[in-house]
């Protein structure tokens, strides 16, 4: 029971974190950037770096990055600022908790996560390099439908992808360029053929 407390307090804090540095700005937002508002980051977020370690108390590496992306953080007159606006209430208080993998390094556990009228289930894998290392969630499953955990754009992805596919095309063109070495190579035989029979 206590290491199931232990994951349910942590689990609470590590989804709240992101919307306290995304409403951490007070007052009206200072510039505008292609009509869009932007307000400045108070000075303890008022860095990346500073940020992901904050992320890193919680998330592995590859979340912590993504977490930070979906800030969409803009440098504005030497200012690391967020768009200005309201930020939704996300659920990210544990109604239940359940253990699913159990291991000495590695926990698989599956939460009931309410807020914002909403309820919905996430799986969390956790991971530690050693008995008395931390616990980072290297695993969340549900990212797609919400924003803070969102991936990149599908677009980005099929464009690389069909990029990859460009250079198949390349045989084609050595196909084609086959026959015209042959008849080249002929006629230098009819040529020479010609040069013997001559006296």
């Known amino acids: 029971m ?3 407390r232990m994951f349910k307090q942590f689990i609470h804090a590590a989804e ?3 919307t306290q540095i995304a409403t951490s700005p007070r007052g009206k937002p200072v510039y505008t950037v292609n009509g869009v508002d932007f307000t400045p980051l108070p000075e303890r977020y008022n860095s990346k770096r500073k940020i992901s370690r904050i992320f890193r108390r919680y998330w592995g ?6 977490l930070i992306r979906n800030l969409n953080l803009r440098l504005v007159k030497g200012k690391l600022c967020i768009p200005y606006g309201e930020i939704p209430v996300f659920p990210t208080n544990v109604q239940t908790l359940q253990l699913k993998l159990n291991q000495p390094n590695q926990k698989v556990v599956s939460a009931v996560l309410v807020g914002g009228n909403r309820k919905v289930r996430v799986e969390y894998r ?3 390099v050693g008995a008395t290392a ?6 969340r499953s549900g990212k797609e439908y919400d924003r803070r955990y969102r991936p990149p754009a599908a677009t980005n992805t099929n464009a690389k992808a069909k990029a990859k596919a460009k250079p198949p095309a390349k045989p084609l063109v050595n196909s084609t360029a086959a026959p015209k070495s042959k008849s080249k190579s002929k006629s230098k035989s009819n040529g ?3 040069l013997l029979k001559t006296p």
Request: charged share 35%; proline share 4%; aromatic share 12%.
């Open 16 to 18: 709240q974190v992101w």
């Open 61 to 66: 590496r590859q979340l912590s990055e993504t």
């Open 192 to 194: 020479r053929q010609k």
């Open 2 to 4: 206590d290491e199931l």
């Open 134 to 139: 931390p616990y980072m969630i290297m695993k």
């Open 126 to 128: 956790f991971v530690r």
